[in-house]
């Protein structure tokens, strides 16, 4: 394998949180910086962030707009950030959107912090929940935490959680 940073190459989107495990006030604001520092074409940084700490009103709300399955173990991360893109080009702020949140998962990271993106969400239940202004369009879920202890996880995924890391090799990747 090539030279990776560690950064990346230990980065790991897990499912078991720990469940008592708190994110700081400077863990969440560095969070949010390394994603407010991400390139965005034109620097339009068309990204927006809803951040809600375990049991407060507004996690309470991210988390109901998963999935039941995902609500199972999102429950217990310390933190859950929705990150929504604002109007206009919906490829290229979607797109920016994405490199805002590598960015937080790469500080995430750094920070001794797990995340794992969810995609599976309903949208429109959590734009009216959140009372998002028109154009905010929410896209992803980040569950954030510390490593928790995957036994306490259904046998799927404990399966898929103990299961070795698997990535397509560069060659499979490349278009021509």
Known sequence: MADLTPLLAYRW????????AELTGDEAASLLEAARWAPSAGNAQPWRFALG????????????????????WARHAAALVVGAHTGGDPERHAYD??????HLTVQATALG????????????ALAADLDLPPGVRPLV????????????LPEELL?????????????ALLLS
């Not at 700490?53 to 199972?72: F, M, N, P, Y």
């Not at 912090?113 to 429109?124: F, M, P």
């Open 159 to 171: 399966r898929r959680e103990t299961a070795l890391r698997h990535r397509h090799p560069v060659h």
């Open 141 to 152: 879920v980040t569950a954030v935490g510390r490593l928790g202890d995957p036994s306490t």
């Open 13 to 20: 989107s897990p499912r078991a949180f720990h469940p008592t």
């Open 97 to 102: 959107l994405g490199q805002s949140i590598a």
């Open 53 to 72: 700490h375990r049991d407060d009103e507004t996690w309470k709300r991210i988390l109901v707009s998963l999935t039941e399955a995902d609500q199972g």
């Open 113 to 124: 912090l797990y995340t794992r993106q969810i995609r599976d969400l309903d949208r429109a």
